[in-house]
């Protein structure tokens, strides 16, 4: 039972990075871009912690307390390396939102327009 | 439209196949009972191992920690260049600000109700704790600097939207206040970068020269400081008002 939930979630989550990848590549509204490109970043932050569970019961946080011996501790908690690094990846995800989001409503101001296919037509006027 | 059909079913088609991998084959190797090797490293001696790591029972914690100053300064850097591609991207010359400026005082004043003010002031109060709680303790938990400066800017956001931008404008937070703060955040963790170098001769970034737990705990409130008015730069000049800015900018196409 608990294997086929964890099938199942996995599943939809690959289903949000591919449905971003598709987001991405074919919606021409830059503001539905950047947030499709958020859906496919927290997909695979959290395919990425998904990888570090264990299917044992009960499942410990990998915090260590003084009421468990340290076997049961080992043999419950999951995985912390996961955790670690998605901590890291999630301000990198951030800062790169403000950046995006900056250009797509600059973008805005000066033209008038957040389509990716105007962009192209407005950007390769100037160059004529 | 034909092309997004065929981008369509080839999606599906790669989705089906990573189904069938994934649960059938399981390549991943989701939903073991077993431990990767290098996580029950991390389990086992992150808080039994005498020497060698930082004794938390937290083990995310002890992970973060061996490299945490690393972690906060590439974030710094991170953070920096896109606060700066930000900034410089809606960037007003002093012509244009004092063109703004007259455009915004035009303006009619509007009011929230008293309900919300009330609410927002009581929910101010409590973030600001809450996000210096995360960032004061830092150096002994997850989270530290950039999450609670996170927090903070969700604080100013939550102004801006009950009162205005021009409320916080009056009581001081003005975009030259800003970023001076910002650079004085940053000022702090270079300096507590360098300070090992200059005054113990050591490496940059060698923090455990430094007395006691200064160097982590300098690091994330510099980090504290430089996200917090990080965000509220970008937010300040974000909040000019969609017809200000399209008249200034639109002002400078045409001459």
């Known amino acids: 039972m608990i294997s086929l939930l964890l099938a199942y979630i996995t599943i939809t989550l690959f289903a949000m990075v591919l449905l971003g990848i598709y ?5 021409s ?3 539905k871009k950047i947030i499709m490109l958020n859906v496919m970043g927290d997909a695979i932050n959290m395919l990425f912690i998904l ?3 264990r299917l044992v019961f009960p499942v410990f946080p990998p915090i260590y307390e003084s009421h468990i011996t340290f076997e049961e501790f080992l043999s419950r908690a999951v995985d912390p390396v996961p955790q670690a690094l998605v901590l890291t990846a999630v301000v990198i995800g951030m800062a790169m939102n403000i950046l995006l989001t900056t250009y797509a409503i600059q973008f805005y101001r000066l033209h008038g327009t957040v389509d990716a296919r105007d962009m192209a037509e407005i950007v390769g006027g100037e160059e004529e | 439209m034909k092309r997004d059909a065929v981008v369509a079913f080839s999606f599906l088609i790669a989705f089906l196949f990573i189904a069938y991998a994934v649960t059938a084959r399981n390549v991943l190797g989701l939903g073991g009972t077993e431990l990767r090797p290098l996580g029950e490293f991390y ?5 039994a191992h005498e020497g060698l790591t930082s004794h938390s029972p937290e083990v995310v914690t002890a992970i ?3 490299y945490r100053g690393f972690d906060t300064l590439f974030e710094t850097f991170v953070f920096f260049l896109a606060i700066m591609g930000a900034l410089s991207v809606l960037r007003l010359d002093g012509e244009q600000l004092r063109q703004a400026r007259e455009l915004e005082a035009t303006m009619p004043h509007r009011k929230m109700d008293l309900i919300v003010r009330a609410t927002t002031k009581l929910v101010v109060v409590m973030i600001i ?6 960032a004061l303790h830092g150096h002994l938990t997850p989270g530290g600097g950039f999450q609670g400066g996170s927090a903070m800017a969700v604080a100013a956001l939550l102004l801006f939207a009950a009162f205005s931008k021009f409320t916080l404008e009056r009581k001081g ?3 030259r206040h800003t970023i001076s703060a910002y650079a004085v955040g940053l000022a702090l963790i270079l300096a507590t970068v360098l300070a090992p170098v200059f005054l113990y001769g050591g490496k ?3 923090i455990n020269l430094l007395p006691g737990e200064a160097g982590l705990f300098n690091l994330d409130v510099g980090e504290y400081t430089a996200v917090t008015f990080g965000f509220l730069t970008v937010f300040l000049v974000l909040g000019i008002p969609e017809w200000v800015f399209k008249n200034v900018l639109r002002r400078e196409l045409n001459d």
């Open chain 1, 23 to 27: 987001g991405v590549a074919t919606r």
């Open chain 1, 29 to 31: 509204n830059l503001i």
């Open chain 2, 43 to 47: 389990l086992s001696h992150s808080f």
């Open chain 2, 64 to 66: 973060v920690w061996n």
């Open chain 1, 51 to 53: 990888i570090g569970y």
């Open chain 2, 173 to 175: 937070l003005t975009l």
């Open chain 2, 204 to 206: 940059i970034l060698e």
């Open chain 2, 129 to 134: 704790a809450i996000s210096a709680s995360i």
